[in-house]
């Protein structure tokens, strides 16, 4: 069921010159706010320490090409990161969010497959819009942007000149009134000068790549990085469903929730899923979570406190006694300790931009080290619930978030 593999990372800046040799890394920036330039820079060193240590990455030994980046804001209405869509001859080969703040790490999220925003994606989201014509009403946007609507997940903003807004995402039409389409306040960030010193390391190895310059002999250890890395197999991807059984979409908690109980039905407790649909599956979770419907905000949410609970009443209404279910503490070493057992893991993650809460299932973890650290390179491996979403999506651990919640179940009680 697990996998652990670290390889050493070789000569990395001189495969950078072939993968990207068309890219331009000339630098401006302010000094709080990154520029393009320079999150390209970022892109590029997450793509080669990946592909460098690790032989089974789809970018390994590929040309992966950087598509120009999209601005994405959240919701204080200033940009918050840099979008880059990746393409392998011509194909989606998943994209790489980069912070757009200098005092934060420089990677928030990654994935290999495709993410839900692309050129033909926000063409959608703009026809989705004209498509209301016939509903009467249409509304010509006074503005619209790219949104972050949590980790890895992104969405289109339209803002309208009545003071309402919409944001389009593949799952959802998040409808915003004029009282509550108003700006968050912007926290204020702590000089981080770990990240500020890696960005300025980065920024000097990338440097202007084919050239005498390029950064293959500099002295920032950028040739010794290690990959630590673990994940737990045949953890499925379900997606949030509309159905009549409730109303709205399934929901992100007990969505995530069924990928944990289809995974131990799979491993030895056929109990949990025997003579259930994955909609009955859903509808059974839902109800014991006290998953309900928001039609102001058209979601699902669930308590956060009824996931643990929730699980366990349902593998123990299945015939499990002994099923039991804990809130782990929320600390990466409590994660990996809970991925390195063989316990896919229900995320939670707590006042995202718009969605507020959002869960997915946590199934693995990714760790670069750099100059001797991993902090600011540890990644969570998720199954996100969202149809159109890549199936794993790495997360940055400790950003782009305010709070994190971890529940843990076992079916025979045992962790």
Same mark, same amino acid.
Not at 20 to 27: H, V
Not at 155 to 165: E, M, V
Not at 293 to 301: A, L, Q, R, W
């Given at each position: 069921m697990l996998r652990i593999m670290k390889v050493l990372l070789l000569a990395v800046c001189l495969f950078a010159s072939?993968?990207?040799?068309?890219?331009?890394?000339?630098?401006?920036?302010?000094?709080?706010?990154?520029?393009?330039?320079?999150?390209?820079?970022?892109?590029?060193f997450q793509i080669v320490m990946d592909m460098k240590t690790d032989d089974q990455s789809p970018w390994h030994n590929k040309t992966v090409k950087i598509q120009d980046p999209i601005e994405v804001y959240d919701a204080t209405e200033t940009l918050c990161s840099y979008l880059f869509n990746l393409t392998i001859d011509g194909e989606p080969a998943g994209f790489i969010e980069t912070s757009a703040l200098r005092d934060e790490w420089p990677i928030l999220s990654f994935s290999y497959g495709e993410s839900d925003i692309t050129s033909s994606q926000l063409a959608k989201y703009v026809n989705k819009n004209k498509d209301s014509v016939s509903e009467n009403v249409y509304k010509d946007p006074l503005s619209e942007k790219v949104v972050l609507l949590g980790p890895g997940k992104f969405?289109?903003?339209?803002?309208?000149?009545?003071?309402?807004?919409k944001i389009y995402s593949t799952l959802e039409t998040i409808n915003i009134t004029k009282d509550q389409n108003k700006p968050k306040q912007k926290h204020s960030l702590k000089v981080n000068q770990d990240a500020r010193n890696l960005r300025e390391n980065i920024d000097l190895v990338v440097g202007d790549i084919g050239s005498s310059n390029d950064g293959v002999t500099d002295d920032l250890s950028f040739e010794t990085g290690e990959r630590d890395m673990e994940i737990i197999s045949s953890v499925p991807d379900l997606n949030q469903i509309n159905s009549s059984l409730w109303t709205g979409p399934s929901g992100c908690s007990p969505t995530s929730a069924a990928n944990v109980m289809i995974y131990w039905a799979r491993f030895g407790y056929p109990e949990l899923t025997e003579d259930l649909s994955n909609e009955e599956l859903l509808f059974q979770l839902r109800e014991e979570m006290g998953t309900y419907?928001?039609?102001?905000? @058209?979601?699902?949410?669930t308590p956060v406190n009824n996931i643990s609970p929730g699980?366990?009443?349902?593998?123990?209404?299945?015939?499990?006694?002994?099923?039991?279910?804990?809130?782990?503490?929320?600390?990466?070493?409590?994660?990996?300790?809970?991925?390195?057992?063989?316990?896919?893991?229900?995320?939670?993650?707590?006042?995202?931009?718009?969605?507020?809460?959002?869960?997915?299932? @946590?199934?693995?973890?990714?760790?670069?080290?750099?100059?001797?650290?991993?902090?600011?390179?540890?990644?969570?491996?998720?199954?996100?619930?969202?149809?159109?979403?890549? @199936?794993?999506?790495?997360?940055?651990?400790?950003?782009?978030?305010?709070?994190?919640?971890?529940?843990?179940?076992?079916?025979d009680g045992n962790y």
């Open positions: 072939t993968i990207f040799p068309s890219l331009s890394l000339a630098s401006n920036s302010s000094n709080d706010t990154v520029s393009v330039t320079e999150a390209k820079k970022m892109a590029v969405g289109l903003k339209q803002n309208f000149s009545d003071g309402s807004a419907y928001n039609s102001e905000k @058209g979601t699902s949410p699980m366990q009443d349902f593998a123990r209404n299945r015939g499990l006694s002994e099923a039991s279910a804990r809130y782990l503490d929320e600390t990466w070493l409590d994660y990996r300790w809970a991925i390195n057992d063989g316990f896919p893991i229900v995320i939670s993650f707590e006042d995202q931009t718009y969605y507020g809460d959002h869960s997915v299932t @946590g199934m693995g973890y990714k760790t670069f080290s750099y100059n001797g650290q991993t902090t600011g390179h540890r990644y969570m491996q998720v199954h996100d619930n969202s149809p159109i979403t890549p @199936g794993t999506v790495y997360i940055a651990w400790d950003r782009n978030y305010e709070g994190i919640f971890f529940d843990q179940f076992s079916p």
